[in-house]
């Protein structure tokens, strides 16, 4: 089992839509959790943490949920500009394992 | 400030050949990593160094592979005697020990092996 899975997608949504997607981490000690966003051909760039009460940074809002050992990303008012693939990464013992990304297309 | 730095941007090499990435870290973070990107493919975590010393080694996939970091700065990933499935990008993120573990990366050297 990976250590960290991923829905690939990808999800197509209209502008305006909201799109939610899950990931989930197999290490019950895992400390830390964050979600990226990489763009095609870029560089993976930090786009929130994931704090146990969870926590919204504008239109994105982030779960964790330790007992079911997943985390969520929730984006809200979609725009083109958030197409994108997203990452999870879980932190464990030094450095953080990535899943394999779920893509997300907005379309007009 | 300055982000994370790597050099070359691009390298098209024949196989059998040796090559050497270069990252240079955000100034002041002492830890450093290095991923592999294949195409399509999730990250592959590589190594890890804390200053100069690399106390996580276990995912490089060969000992083709190496690393070495100087005066807790700059590192560099050489592969010896590359093979076609070496193809892919590697990335290097750094972070600051202050932070809830956070990486920040660079823009990767993507390689291609022909």
């Known amino acids: 089992r990976k250590e960290v899975e991923q829905d690939p997608g990808p999800f197509n949504v209209p502008e305006g839509a909201t799109v939610a997607f899950n990931c989930t981490y197999s290490n019950s000690a895992s400390q830390s959790f964050f979600w990226y966003r990489q763009d095609c051909r870029k560089e993976p760039k930090l786009l929130m943490s994931v704090y146990s009460s969870g926590n919204e940074d504008g239109r994105f809002t982030a779960q964790l949920n330790r007992a079911s050992q997943y985390i969520s990303l929730l984006i809200r008012d979609s725009k083109l500009s958030d197409s994108a693939t997203y990452l999870c990464?879980?932190?464990?013992?030094?450095?953080?394992?990535f899943g394999a990304g779920t893509t997300v297309t907005v379309r007009a | 400030g300055a982000g994370v730095s790597q050099s070359p941007s691009n390298k098209v090499t024949e196989k059998g050949k040796d090559v050497e990435l270069r990252c240079d870290p955000i100034?002041?973070?002492?830890?450093l990593y290095w991923y592999r990107q294949s195409l399509g493919q999730g990250l592959e975590f590589l190594i890890y160094?804390?200053?100069?010393?690399?106390?996580?080694k276990s995912g490089l996939p060969s000992d083709r592979f190496s690393a070495e970091r100087t005066g807790g700065s700059v590192s560099t990933l050489t592969i010896q005697r590359t093979q076609q499935e070496d193809s892919a990008v590697y990335l290097c993120?750094?972070?600051?020990?202050?932070?809830?573990?956070?990486?920040?990366f660079g823009p990767g050297t993507r390689l291609t092996v022909t």
């Open positions: 100034s002041g973070h002492t830890a």
């Open positions: 990464a879980v932190f464990n013992d030094y450095k953080l394992s």
């Open positions: 993120a750094s972070r600051d020990p202050g932070t809830q573990w956070e990486q920040y």
């Open positions: 160094f804390q200053g100069n010393s690399a106390p996580d």
